[in-house]
């Protein structure tokens, strides 16, 4: 921040929240970049306040956490180094498993937040809170965690929406819900192993899904979204110094699933 210039404040960050669309009541799933937004008097704790101020009690803000030091690649490791992975690797703890670091600051940050609620599946975990988080979070899929019954599946029953401050445009986590239902050409399942809390003790459970960890054909997420702003149905400004956009969950998702079936279903 450049000398004598005063920070972003927590009232300017409501307005511009609310001039961009988001309503009291709505439910949001955000992705952000604090580095984008600029610097803001109080951290990052501020955005987070402001965004639920914007939606009000009534409202509910989700943001996918994931988790950083998922051992899902165990399968792949030497015999040896596998048994030791077994015995020493800590089981994924919903209250203590840090977030995924490549989504940013303030998903940590949220992780923590007071009367949060975080889902059970460690690849694809969701962290919620407002009106609707124990209902967003409950009985998250082990196997298709970004599908059915997922809460993502959840953020389009309920006519929800998804902010991008000042993300960037493939990291817009509801396209992989699109991919899970979209009839494609190319889905590879795969199975990996993960270690989770059962009754207080470490199990190690497979999981099987859809690869999500590479493109399935030669497309991105970023050409999706770019493709779907070029309709003009997504809200555009800007929060802070970031330039975010608003979706309609449920809208951004058809058009994703049909975009996906002409191009390579």
Not at 210 to 224: K, L
Request: charged share 20%.
């Amino acid at each position: 921040m450049l000398p004598g210039t005063v920070p972003y404040t927590h009232s300017q960050l409501v307005r511009d929240i609310k001039a961009l669309g988001v309503k009291h009541g709505q439910t949001l799933m955000l992705h952000s970049s604090m580095k984008a937004v600029g610097a803001v008097m109080g951290g990052p704790d501020v955005i987070l306040q402001a965004l639920c101020e914007a939606l009000n009690p009534d409202g509910t803000l989700m943001m996918y956490v994931g988790w950083q030091d998922i051992p899902d690649l165990v399968l792949e490791l030497p015999a040896e180094t596998r048994e030791i992975y077994y015995a020493e690797h800590p089981a994924f703890d919903p209250a203590t498993a840090r977030a995924v670091r490549d989504h940013g600051i303030l998903a940590e940050f949220f992780r923590t937040w007071p009367n949060t609620y975080r889902s059970q599946n460690p690849e694809a975990s969701i962290v919620a809170a407002g009106n609707q988080a124990q209902y967003i979070t409950r009985d998250h899929p082990f196997d298709y965690g970004y599908g059915a019954g997922s809460p993502l599946a959840k953020l389009v029953e309920m006519r929800g929406h998804v902010l991008l401050l000042g993300a960037p445009l493939d990291t817009i986590t509801l396209l992989h819900y699109a991919e899970n239902k979209a009839q494609l050409r190319h889905k590879n399942v795969i199975h990996y192993q993960c270690p989770i809390l059962r009754n207080g003790k470490k199990v190690w459970i497979e999981v099987e899904d859809f690869d999500t960890g590479d493109p399935h054909d030669n497309y991105s997420f970023e050409q999706i979204v770019g493709e779907y702003l070029k309709l003009g149905r997504a809200k555009q400004g800007k929060i802070g110094s970031a330039n975010s956009y608003l979706f309609d969950a449920s809208d951004l998702t058809e058009f994703a699933i049909n975009w996906l079936e002409e191009n390579f279903g």
